[in-house]
């Protein structure tokens, strides 16, 4: 797909590792200019001096409100335009609601749910004064399954899900492009908070799709013509109902 995103500026959160990095690598392939967002000053910087003139480093805490309003004006500032938001930051709280932290929920559902309304929020205007745009927004194949070892992590994938559909419906008029990628379980970070068990097992029977695996998706809906949006795309391992 090289060259398919000449000309474009990306934003995309929690882009330092995971998803985020791999769908950023895969948007610079492609020819786009990427704004790398992420709290890890280190890991932005790295990535930034491996693409130099391309990436573009970010450091944003998106659960400081304060940092969180700055972050568009600061993109814009940077990179003078926003084709392409990718709302991927995230966090992960598994196992029993009763062993669950309530200050962890609290964290958890505001990056999972309020921090990504608020980004879209924050650059709906600017997409729709220069009348196109794509938000993407890494959701979850537990949107769409009630998982029964992860009800708080699933819940917020649930509520972002509806965000999604509903806000897609309101925007497309003015030219912009709103859907999700809910895969299955990817081997990120966030599986290290995954039961034991069940993350033996899915390495047992081949059920975890890589980053990269996801950024072709997020490519695909990317580089659909203008007419056609891609709503939601929800991929799994072949293995993951073994």
Not at 70 to 90: F, R
Not at 130 to 137: F, N
Not at 173 to 189: D, L, N, Q
């Amino acid at each position: 797909m090289a060259g398919n995103l000449n000309g474009k500026v990306a934003a995309v959160t929690g882009a330092a590792s995971g998803i985020g990095l791999a769908s950023a690598e895969a948007m610079l392939a492609a020819g786009a200019r990427v704004v790398i967002i992420d709290r890890d000053a280190a890991a932005v910087e790295a990535i930034c001096d491996r693409y130099k003139g391309t990436a573009i480093p970010l450091v944003v805490d998106l659960l400081d409100p304060v940092d969180c309003a700055q972050m568009l004006p600061k993109i814009l500032e940077l990179a003078g335009q926003v084709d392409i938001l990718h709302c991927n930051a995230g966090s992960y709280v598994g196992g029993d609601l009763i062993d669950n932290d309530t200050s962890s929920i609290d964290r958890m559902m505001n990056l999972n749910v309020n921090v990504v309304m608020k980004n879209v929020h924050d650059v709906l205007p600017h997409m729709i004064a220069r009348g196109s745009g794509d938000i993407i927004v890494t959701s979850s194949l537990a949107a769409h399954f009630p998982t029964p070892w992860e009800p708080v992590y699933a819940s917020s994938k649930w509520a972002i899900n509806c965000f999604v559909q509903t806000v897609r419906r309101q925007v497309f008029k003015h030219g912009i492009r709103v859907g999700a990628i809910s895969p299955g379980p990817v081997i990120t970070a966030l599986l290290s908070d995954w039961p034991e068990e069940k993350l033996q097992e899915a390495r047992d029977t081949g059920s975890l799709l890589e980053a990269s695996e996801v950024a072709e998706v997020v490519m695909f809906m990317l580089t659909r013509p203008r007419g056609m949006t891609i709503r939601d795309v929800v991929m799994m391992p072949t293995n993951f109902d073994l």
